[in-house]
């Protein structure tokens, strides 16, 4: 995305690959099912939600669905085409599994009224912020691998299967460090939108648009 923000990507750019609400178990495609915080304010003012990946710049929806009562349901597709998919590189002191996996991350989830983008979504626990912060983002994947080891205050316990996982990345502020796995947190995670948290929710350069080269 060359000016949108989605606030996930953030933990995709960390993760260091090129490239109440809960889900279904990981792999193939993903069911989501998200109840917003303070989503009823919201239910005349957004019609849609939109599952966002970039491509050269470019913003590509995989998916949509839409918003209603607070909410949304969405499916992340069980297969994403080839064009979208990057090696997998990481820092020295990771190991990768399978050094052929290929991977791609999805950039945010976008709220649009009538085409008209209105806000991002994220999945967040800010219980023990400023302290730690966990949110959640998706990760597809073409094969079985396992992402494990340490590098700097980062590390990494991530079991991804072929398809779609959930990624949590967990931050502690007073250690600096971050971890980031596939096991799911024992606290919570709540989606947001952007706006109510005061995080910046910029507006994509232009609607994003089905995946179609």
């Not at 005349?44 to 839409?66: C, F, H, K, M, Y």
């Amino acid at each position: 995305m060359k000016k949108s923000i989605f606030f996930a990507a953030i933990l995709i750019a960390a993760l260091g690959f090129t490239g109440c609400g809960g889900s279904d178990k990981n792999g193939g495609s993903l069911k989501i099912t998200a109840k917003v915080e303070n989503g009823a304010n919201y239910n005349n003012l957004v019609d849609e939600v939109r599952a966002v990946q970039s491509v050269s710049g470019d913003d590509i929806t995989i998916a949509t669905a839409p918003y209603k009562n607070g909410g949304f349901k969405i499916t992340l597709p069980e297969k994403i085409d080839e064009r979208l998919l990057r090696p997998t590189i990481m820092p020295t002191g990771v190991t990768v599994s399978n050094t052929n996996v290929k991977t791609t991350a999805l950039y945010g989830f976008g709220a649009y009224k009538s085409n008209i983008f209105v806000d991002a979504l994220v999945q967040f626990n800010v219980e023990l912020y400023p302290q730690e912060l966990t949110l959640a983002a998706y990760l597809y994947v073409d094969a079985d691998v396992k992402i494990t080891g340490a590098h700097a205050l980062e590390t990494y316990d991530c079991d991804l299967k072929k398809g779609w996982n959930t990624v949590y990345g967990i931050q502690n502020f007073i250690a600096r460090s971050m971890k980031y796995t596939t096991k799911k947190p024992k606290i919570d995670l709540k989606w947001y939108f952007a706006d109510d948290l005061g995080l910046v929710s910029s507006a994509p350069s232009k609607n994003a648009k089905p995946f179609n080269f």
